[in-house]
């Protein structure tokens, strides 16, 4: 079951902040985030298992929430270089990793 | 060379013709993966390999044949395409799989190979 990327889309001015949701209908044992530039691989931004926790990446950070079985991606701050599309995986029991549809971020000066 | 690598990075074939893509990794890793990526899409994982085992096949049709000689080089054989396999074919790599719950590690994608099929 493909997870649930919320919104599809946002646009930002430099300095605002934005927070990507991403939910499954199966219990997860962890969530992926990837974020791909126009025309670029994705690149991996982080990982979180199953337990609530929160991790950081310079001013990007995510949670988990294993109950609610969503995660959370924030971008505070945001630069220019975070515009792209940002992708969620998970990975329930069945062992797959499967992606949402990307939410593309804009981020104008 | 570093990272992943992808070859070539367009392919134009018709739907009778036989073409392999060419994915190699320079990262020491253990586990590999190809990806399909279509328009409006989200991304598709294809096929795991680890140790030069598949170890996932994701309901992909037998037109798409993968193979995996060492653990640096990883292929996808293509046959009797339909122009919905029009894509983006994304080839990554990771440190190791695992069949245990969180196996997925951090992967490392190549620039991938934009096929049209007509």
């Known amino acids: 079951q493909q997870p649930v990327q919320s919104p599809q889309a946002v646009i930002l001015r430099e300095g605002e902040d934005a927070v990507i949701n991403c939910s499954s209908s199966k219990a997860l044992y962890s969530v992926h985030w990837y974020r791909q530039k126009h025309g670029e691989a994705p690149v991996f931004l982080m990982i979180l298992l199953k337990g609530g926790e929160q991790k950081g990446h310079e001013k990007i950070s995510a949670s988990f929430n294993e109950k609610k079985q969503q995660s959370s991606l924030y971008l505070t701050a945001s630069q220019l270089s975070y515009s792209g599309t940002y992708f969620c995986g998970t990975e329930s029991n069945t062992g797959k990793l499967i992606f949402g549809q990307g939410t593309t971020l804009q981020v104008k000066p | 060379e570093t990272g992943v690598t992808q070859t070539p990075r367009h392919l134009v074939m018709g739907m009778t013709n036989k073409k392999s893509l060419k994915c190699e990794q320079h990262?020491?890793?253990?586990?590999m993966y190809w990806y399909k990526q279509s328009a409006k899409k989200p991304l598709e994982l294809m096929f795991v390999y680890s140790l030069e085992e598949r170890v996932e096949n994701n309901s992909v049709p037998s037109r798409f044949s993968p193979e995996c000689p060492n653990s640096s080089h990883l292929f996808l054989h293509l046959h009797t395409l339909q122009p919905e396999d029009s894509a983006l074919y994304l080839c990554?790599?990771?440190?190791?799989?695992?069949?245990?719950?969180?196996?997925?590690?951090?992967?490392?994608f190549g620039p991938g190979t934009r096929l049209t099929v007509l």
């Open positions: 990554a790599s990771s440190q190791d799989w695992s069949r245990l719950a969180g196996g997925y590690n951090e992967q490392f």
């Open positions: 990262l020491g890793h253990n586990a």
